[in-house]
């Protein structure tokens, strides 16, 4: 069963500011090449929702609904709501994430 993939615009921008800062800190094609791979990563929950395990930090706080899949060294957060996934974020997994995503997540 395929389900609906939504992304909010928290992801949307981190999409946005990675490929920037690849394309100046690396090239146009890298950045291009990057933002191919998180798409199609974002994407992958609305074949298999599961898939994904729950976020260590957010696990250690009794959060369990939020789910993650990785695309080294990116992370990408969503939550099944449903017959839809929605995405929450697309983040650097070499971060120190806790403060960020207790902020993202739980507003």
Avoid: W
């Amino acid at each position: 069963m395929k389900y609906a993939v939504l992304l909010s615009r928290d992801p949307e921008d981190d999409l946005v500011d990675l490929y920037r800062y690849v394309a100046q800190v690396e090239s146009v094609e890298r950045a291009e090449h990057l933002l191919s791979r998180l798409e199609r990563a974002c994407l992958a929950p609305g074949q298999f929702p599961n898939r994904g395990r729950a976020s260590p930090e957010l696990e250690s706080v009794g959060v369990m609904e939020f789910r993650q899949i990785a695309e080294p060294p990116y992370r990408i957060l969503y939550r099944l709501t449903g017959q839809t996934v929605h995405v929450h974020a697309v983040l650097d997994g070499r971060r120190d994430l806790s403060d960020l995503l207790a902020r993202r997540l739980l507003r």
